[in-house]
């Protein structure tokens, strides 16, 4: 495991042991859309799930039909562009979280 996997592993592991939560949202430094779409792919082909949590509110519906562009918000598109959600909860077991991280690592690096 090398040493940026291996914090990874740490801090997940410290938030599901003091923690209740359902989603360890992470951003991806330096990743378009359409990359990141591709890490979610090769991850969900493993079995994990993965998704993009947080949308900013002009890429729905709702507020596209009220006007609103996301090309006007490019601080929320680019927090958007970059992040995916991974399960997290307090049953994951080390194997489980180890398992996450390395398909996660080994998608993010086929990609970039």
């Known amino acids: 495991m090398n040493l940026k996997i291996g914090l ?3 801090r997940i592991s410290q938030v599901t042991s003091n923690l209740h939560c359902h989603i360890y949202a992470l951003r991806i430094k330096d990743i378009s859309e359409a990359q990141r779409d591709e890490v979610i792919n090769l991850i969900s082909e493993k079995n994990i799930a993965v998704n993009v949590h947080f ?3 002009p890429l729905l519906s709702v507020f596209k039909n ?3 562009n996301i ?6 598109y680019n927090q958007y562009k970059n992040e995916i959600s991974l ?4 049953q994951l ?9 390395q398909v996660v690592s080994n998608s993010i690096e086929k990609i970039l």
């Open 55 to 57: 949308q900013p509110l």
């Open 71 to 76: 090309e006007d918000f490019p601080v929320a």
């Open 66 to 68: 009220m006007g609103y």
């Open 93 to 101: 077991k080390a194997k489980e979280i180890e398992y996450i991280v």
């Open 8 to 10: 990874l592993f740490l």
């Open 87 to 90: 399960p997290i909860y307090p």
